[in-house]
T-cell receptor, first 114, second 113 residues
């Protein structure tokens, strides 16, 4: 009964480097969400997947951010040319379907940009 | 119309007290209202959720009160314990139209021993 798994749990990198964050959703969950949480702040929606397609990318902060999902399962969030303001915890959640279903969160990747 | 306003931002209560966290929404299409609990270093976890066909839902020491006409809902924690110290987020979403959760800004609760 694995939950949502995210890796790495922590990532420290230099400004300007690219990073990839991975999310393994709960098996059978068709919907997958990425959020960003700055220290002591709320949840900022980034992108949502239904299956392998992303109907809503409106939350991505800039074109340096991209995400993909393959096989209706694993998703990766990529941040290119990282900036210090990208430092945050990146949370992934999945749900059985979209809409009014409980979202199950991973413990996030804490990203620090030096 | 897409906002969910949560208050207070932080709350300190004595052990055994009943902290109350309030949320207000604007979009009448919202029909699912979950509450999430988040401990430091962990992702949010679903605590309890309510749909607008009932005015109250209890699960253990946690109760959601829902006022459809006022477009408000609140979380009550009965007999609060130090282990309840966490950040609590309310959220809202709708069955049709938007699939996104709209989260409140969070309430940091501290229960003193």
């Amino acid at each position: 009964g694995a939950g949502v798994s995210q890796s790495p749990s922590n990532k420290v990198t230099e400004k300007g480097k690219d990073v990839e964050l991975r999310c393994d959703p709960i098996s059978g969950h068709t919907a997958l969400y990425w959020y960003r949480q700055s220290l002591g702040q709320g949840l900022e929606f980034l992108i949502y997947f239904q299956g392998n397609s992303a109907p809503d990318k409106s939350g991505l902060p800039s074109d340096r951010f991209s995400a993909e999902r393959t096989g209706g399962s694993v998703s990766t969030l990529t941040i290119q040319r990282t900036q210090q303001e990208d430092s945050a915890v990146y949370l992934c959640a999945s749900s059985l379907t979209y809409s009014n279903q409980p979202q199950h969160f991973g413990d996030g990747t804490r990203l620090s940009i030096l | 119309q897409q906002q969910v306003k949560q208050s207070p931002q932080s709350l300190i209560v004595q052990k055994g007290g009943i902290p109350i966290i309030n949320c207000a929404y604007e979009n009448t299409a919202f029909d699912y209202f979950p509450w999430y609990q988040q401990f430091p270093g962990k992702g949010p976890a679903l605590l309890i959720a309510i749909r607008p066909d009932v005015s109250e839902k209890k699960e253990g020491r946690f109760t959601i009160s829902f006022n459809k006409s006022a477009k408000q809902f609140s979380l009550h924690i009965m007999d609060s314990q130090p282990g309840d110290s966490a950040t609590y987020f309310c959220a809202a979403t709708s069955t049709s139209g938007t699939y996104k959760y709209i989260f409140g800004t969070g309430t940091r609760l501290k229960v003193l021993a």
